[in-house]
């Protein structure tokens, strides 16, 4: 019996060509987040439950009127590296690696893919032009999804 094929899905209306596309249209909406002081355990255990890659660290920010703000990233790869090194028991926010770089859902997807690029950041947090409060993360993958399915 040989290998399956995979057959190209063509684009849909839903997903635009790659010179059209948005972060707004690839981005996953909703933030998965932890606290800082969250064990590497307790964010594995996020992510496996989630099938997600990233999980946001939460902070405050140093306003007058502290806000939630996404203080770091923890990737799969941050948790690896410190099982790895033996530190299974840090906090997430000494795992935290990723730079955090934002970005709005307008923002045309290719000079989203630039910035992950120049910063090597598989994930930016997607923010609201108008309130900057998280609102999804873009990933490499949602990139690919655009580059697979959108019409050309």
Partial sequence: MSPA????????????AVEH???GDAMHPGILSCDRDATATEVAR????????CIAVMGLSHDPAPEPIVW??????DLIRASVGGGSERTAAALAQQPIISVNPSTPIREAAQLM?????PHLVVVDADTQRPIGILSTLDIAGILAWGEG
């Fill in 21 to 23: 596309a948005t972060v």
């Fill in 5 to 16: 094929t995979i057959q190209p899905y063509p684009g849909s209306y839903l997903t635009p």
């Fill in 72 to 77: 770091g990233i923890v990737s799969d790869l």
């Fill in 117 to 121: 690029l120049t910063h090597s950041a």
């Fill in 46 to 53: 996020m992510m496996a439950t989630h099938h997600v890659h």
